[in-house]
């Protein structure tokens, strides 16, 4: 998925959007890019970004200068001179076409090769081998929604199915910030659970095929366990839709209501809830038993 031109069409996020976070090390650059996203109607000087550099982060210097321009890394930024006091502004127009992540991220080949030792050398949709299929190394989770260039988030796809999830992928930018926000939540019930609510919130259901991206955890990335937790443990009404196209089943799930976390995290309540029920399983036999 490093197609240049993917984020040609991607709507800009908000300023205050979580998305925003995943893209910039720095927190200057992070700010100077929701400060260009707030100004989008009224670009601002560079005057104006050191006075906002001093307000919010107590310093205003050369490296606050620089880290306004870092923002083209991920974005389209215009420099141009204002009508009327001739002053420069920067104005926020786009995504860039070849952000920085794919120049500072790139896939090496140690790293290639421990994917294909981790995963094994097959397509992981379809298990086409090397002798089938050009076989090329894939973000499980999207950078734009904020998945990184580890081990844990790479895995072989042929290229047929890199291709076709780069397409199905790109129709979701809309939801981007969204995504990323629900990706980036610390275990599998969270991640799916505010998928879902993404979905759910704009009256959509959402897409079986990206379930298992927002599981993405080796022991515990069973989505359709997962679901099931979320349901009968949190108390989750969670419908599945199957609908056939063209010979083709396509499934996706409708949240029609749903419970607020739990205070002790979910990952702890359904832990808690498996002990109880192995507990009452075990009564249960020992009182047969008896």
């Not at 200057?28 to 919010?56: G, H, I, K, N, Y």
């Not at 990335?221 to 997962?226: A, E, F, L, T, V």
């Amino acid at each position: 998925m490093n197609d240049p031109l993917e984020n040609v069409d991607r709507p800009l996020p908000e300023a205050g959007s979580s998305v925003i976070r995943t893209l910039f090390a720095n927190r200057e650059a992070e700010e100077a890019c929701r400060f260009l996203l707030e100004r989008r109607d009224d670009p601002p000087t560079m005057a104006e970004w050191l006075e906002r550099s001093r307000q919010v982060l107590g310093k205003a210097n050369v490296h606050s200068q620089r880290r306004l321009r870092d923002v083209r890394d991920q974005f389209i930024v215009t420099s141009y001179r204002r009508t009327g006091d001739g002053e420069w502004v920067y104005r926020i127009d786009g995504w860039s076409s070849t952000p920085a992540t794919d120049k500072g991220h790139r896939i090496s080949p140690k790293l290639e090769a421990e994917v294909f030792t981790l995963r094994g050398r097959f397509c992981a949709m379809c298990g086409a081998g090397p002798d089938e299929a050009k076989l090329q190394i894939d973000h499980i989770v999207p950078r734009s929604w904020g998945g990184k260039t580890e081990l844990g988030n790479l895995e072989p796809l042929c290229q047929k199915h890199n291709n076709g999830k780069k397409a199905f992928f790109q129709t979701l930018n809309p939801y981007s910030d969204a995504l990323a926000a629900a990706l980036g939540r610390p275990n599998p019930w969270e991640r799916i659970g505010e998928l879902l609510k993404a979905f759910a919130e704009r009256g959509e259901h959402t897409p079986a095929e990206l379930l298992p991206v927002a599981a993405k955890d080796t022991h515990r990335g069973d989505p359709k366990k997962r679901l099931r937790e979320l349901r009968f443990v949190l108390g989750w009404d969670i419908v599945a839709h199957r609908v056939k196209d063209n010979g083709v089943t396509e499934v996706t799930y409708e949240l029609r209501s749903w419970k607020p976390w739990p205070a002790e995290g979910a990952s702890e309540a359904v832990n808690r809830y498996e002990r109880e029920r192995k507990s009452r399983k075990a009564a249960q036999a020992d009182s047969d038993e008896a």
